[in-house]
């Protein structure tokens, strides 16, 4: 488990990375990889874009730690990210973050 504010940190490293052009290829897809997640896996993606822990997101869904975990796990198998830092990427690129 990763604090919320050291997942920011995290991601933003990435990101500044990204933009050096060093990002890693699953993160450069966008929009795209998005269609095979359903409308809950894309809610908690966009959460989880903006450094929010398994709890946060579980309490801003209304949804127990194991079923948060399940649909992260679900998430990183199906956007074919090795970590969270990658699928905020994913969720930045797809416009996910705008209304998180």
């Known amino acids: ?3 919320p504010r050291v ?3 995290l991601i933003d490293r990435y990101l500044a990375a990204s933009a050096s052009g060093d990002e890693p290829a699953p993160a450069r897809q966008g929009v795209d990889r998005l ?3 359903t ?5 908690v993606l966009a959460l989880l ?4 822990s398994n709890a946060d997101i579980g309490a801003r869904l ?5 079923t948060v975990k399940t649909h ?3 998430l990183l198998a199906k956007l074919e990210c090795a970590n969270r830092v990658q699928a905020a990427v994913v969720a ?5 973050l705008r209304g998180a």
Not at 49 to 52: R, S
Not at 92 to 96: F, I
């Open 72 to 74: 992260v796990s679900s």
């Open 62 to 66: 209304h949804l127990g730690a194991g």
């Open 49 to 52: 874009g903006t450094g929010a």
């Open 1 to 3: 488990m990763v604090s």
């Open 92 to 96: 930045r690129d797809a416009g996910l």
């Open 35 to 37: 269609s095979g997640l």
């Open 39 to 43: 409308a809950r896996e894309r809610e």
């Open 7 to 9: 997942t920011r940190h």
